[in-house]
């Protein structure tokens, strides 16, 4: 378009220059000729259509190196409570399950990623499983809930907490508790469990798995608890525990674990015969616990605020310091656990100030005096 403006302006002048000169006009005039024949030469070259780009060049092939780069899959994820690998991080469920004589054998405890052990009122004991990565069909018998329960749970956010009931001034606080709430008492609940015409109560309440997971709604996925998964240290000096296993509990409760090579577990007995569990009901066959890592947590065992059959249940804090035995491939370490608060997790250190590891699958933590 400039271009043509140009040669507008010069055929003006041109026409301009033609009148004032005739005669050279006329006769063909070298000087004019060839004053016109330059700026016709201009403006051919002004209003000449632009050369196209240049084409870019193709873009370089990329290397193999590149693309075997494109082609990695992201980091495996591993779960924080089992060091398993795991397709995603689930919710949290803490089920409160019996351990006296007539609920034996358990449901489900064998698929929880870790268990407590914890002191009861009697010298017995209860276990509060705790489920993530794994969840059986069904879980039981479910019992009642205790005040340790809460400190113990807290440092996995905002659990499930499925639970039979617990005593009358206790409840207020266990549903005030950050918990999603899952006491079968609860009307919204009740359906999640079933009682077992094949045992008595109160030893015969059992809870589906998906039912409770189905009401747990907003509760935490897993998270770190300051477990830590992988080979023993180096600087770990385990002292092998020999076949008549490591034994540990409470006054009327009794517990043995024993190593299995042949299993690469620790075979769990209690009061003297083997720990049995069933995997799909409590009518299902059964097999012997093990248990890859267990931790036998030395702690303060105080008495309760709240009475159960008319006297104080222990109370076992898992927020403080002190000292613990670690049981994993056959030997037993002796290591110093810390749990500043009770939001957030507990580490386990050897002397050499390392990180004591446990083998991948599931943790057992007894608490003890």
Do not use: C
Not at 184 to 202: I, N
């Amino acid at each position: 378009m400039a271009g043509r403006g140009i040669m507008r302006d010069w055929w003006a002048e041109m026409v301009a220059a033609l009148r004032r000169h005739p005669r050279a006009a006329a006769a063909g005039g070298s000087g004019l000729l060839a004053a016109v024949g330059g700026a016709i030469a201009a403006v051919l070259l002004l209003t000449a259509p632009a050369a196209p780009p240049a084409r870019p060049s193709p873009e370089p092939t990329r290397t193999a190196a590149a693309a075997s780069a494109a082609r990695v899959r992201p980091a495996q994820l591993f779960s924080p409570f089992t060091g398993e690998p795991v397709s995603r991080l689930e919710p949290v469920i803490a089920v409160k399950i019996d351990n006296i004589v007539d609920a034996r054998p358990q449901t489900g405890l064998q698929d929880a990623d870790i268990v407590y052990v914890l002191p009861v009122e009697g010298g017995l004991s209860r276990f509060l499983a705790v489920f993530s990565s794994h969840l059986p069909p069904v879980i039981g018998p479910v019992r009642s809930a205790r005040e340790d329960d809460l400190e113990l749970i807290r440092q996995f956010g905002q659990p499930g907490f499925a639970f039979s009931g617990a005593a009358p001034h206790l409840l207020p606080f266990v549903e005030r508790a950050p918990i999603v709430d899952l006491y079968a008492g609860l009307p919204s609940v009740a359906p999640a469990y079933y009682r077992y015409d094949g045992r008595v109560a109160p030893y015969n309440l059992y809870a589906n798995s998906g039912a409770l997971r189905a009401d747990a709604k907003g509760a935490s996925d897993a998270r770190d608890i300051g477990f830590r998964f992988g080979p023993v240290p180096a600087s770990a000096a385990g002292v092998p525990v020999g076949p008549a296993g490591y034994s540990a509990g409470y006054s009327s409760s009794s517990f043995t674990f024993r190593w299995s090579a042949r299993s690469g577990k620790w075979l769990v007995s209690m009061d003297g015969s083997p720990a049995m569990v069933t995997s799909v009901g409590p009518a299902a066959a059964e097999s012997q616990l093990g248990v890859p890592t267990i931790v036998i947590q030395h702690t303060v065992i105080r008495t309760s605020r709240f009475l159960e059959y008319g006297k104080p249940p222990p109370y076992a804090q898992s927020v403080g310091s002190g000292t613990a035995v670690v049981l994993r491939g056959g030997k037993a370490y002796t290591v110093h656990w810390s749990r500043p608060s009770a939001d957030g997790g507990t580490t386990y250190t050897l002397p050499s100030g390392a990180r004591m590891t446990f083998a991948p699958g599931q943790v057992w933590v007894m608490l003890v005096a």
